[in-house]
């Protein structure tokens, strides 16, 4: 039997052929397969942030039930302190404001506004110009100097003559401007219509400025039951950086069967936004939520 020696050499040309074609070929569909790969994982991520939303939502609910029928206003911190629990692989964090201590954009009055654009870090000359400008903002002309506005460097082009409807009015003003919405939502509501506030239920940052035991429109121990709520809950997986918040004023209502209703929604919690994390003390899911809603939590995967 006669072998060409050229068929060797065939044959090795073909094998290095189907190499070049495969190593084509899985340079096309590469890119394919790991943007394929990519979208899932995204699509993943979305729906896991998604589910996280829904549930921080309905827990938003709970604890708004809890406030309302006084079973939580005894056991919840109410000034924006931070709480923290656990149930099966998540956390849930819980800030509540009593807006009875916040300071009331419509009633308050002039020393109060001040002490509250204080805690921003103004000085207090400039503190006591911006309060004047809000003043200025809400109330009505006066009859003799209609068509004449005198208007303040650190407001708005325009007053308007009006009460305040939402506290992001306030961006508006050029001396406020650059102040986070959640921070100004922290100090300040259009909700309340009350000229004095509870200093037991105020914020660090409005406690830091204001003195009870000098200042008449703080009511240092007042403790009762508040009617208008601001309630954030973040619910997280544990070991994943993925979030689902809720935030709303709520607001007690007879006309609604849950005992409440919706106001509006909070400026959105950054993730890993450290005050309502890092500094959250942890507590059984059963403290916040009740110990019904802390089971199902605790099964829930």
């Known amino acids: 039997m006669v072998i060409d020696p050229s068929s060797g050499n065939d044959e090795g040309f073909a ?3 189907v190499l070049v074609f495969m190593l084509i070929v899985a340079a096309v569909v590469a890119p394919f397969a790991l943007n394929a790969r990519t979208r899932l994982m995204i699509a993943s991520n979305e729906i896991e942030h998604d589910r996280l939303s829904m549930v921080a939502d309905g827990l938003v609910n709970v604890v708004a039930s809890e406030l309302f029928d006084g079973s939580g206003a005894e056991r919840l911190p109410l000034n924006a302190e931070p709480a923290r629990c656990h149930a099966g692989h998540f956390s849930f964090d819980l800030r509540v404001q009593d807006h009875g201590g916040l300071i009331d954009l419509n009633a308050a009055s ?6 509250g654009v204080a805690s921003f870090g103004f000085d207090p000359k400039r503190a006591e110009e911006i309060a004047r400008a809000i003043i200025a903002f809400r109330s009505p002309p006066h009859a003799f100097t209609a068509g004449v ?3 303040s460097s650190l407001g708005p082009r325009q007053n308007k003559f009006a009460v305040f409807e939402s506290v992001s009015e306030l961006q508006e003003f050029s001396a406020l401007a650059s102040i986070p919405l959640r921070d100004l939502y922290g100090v300040f509501t259009v909700d309340l219509k009350q000229g004095s506030i509870a200093l037991a239920k105020a914020p660090k940052r409005l406690r830091n400025v204001i003195d009870g ?5 703080a ?4 403790k009762s039951g508040g009617t208008v709520y601001t309630i954030e809950i973040t619910a997280r997986r544990d070991g994943a950086g993925i979030a689902g918040q809720a935030g709303l004023i709520v607001e007690k209502s ?4 849950a005992g409440f209703r919706r106001v509006s929604r909070m400026p959105a919690v950054e993730t890993g936004d450290s005050g309502l994390t890092s500094l ?3 507590a059984g899911c059963d403290a916040l939520f009740g110990s019904a809603v802390a089971q199902i939590l605790g099964r829930w995967s």
């Open 213 to 217: 035991s000098h200042d008449d429109e």
């Open 149 to 151: 506005q005198q208007q």
């Open 280 to 282: 959250a003390p942890t």
């Open 15 to 17: 094998l290095v052929a």
């Open 219 to 222: 009511g240092a121990q007042d």
């Open 110 to 115: 002039d020393p109060l506004l001040t002490r």
């Open 254 to 257: 007879s006309l609604t069967a």
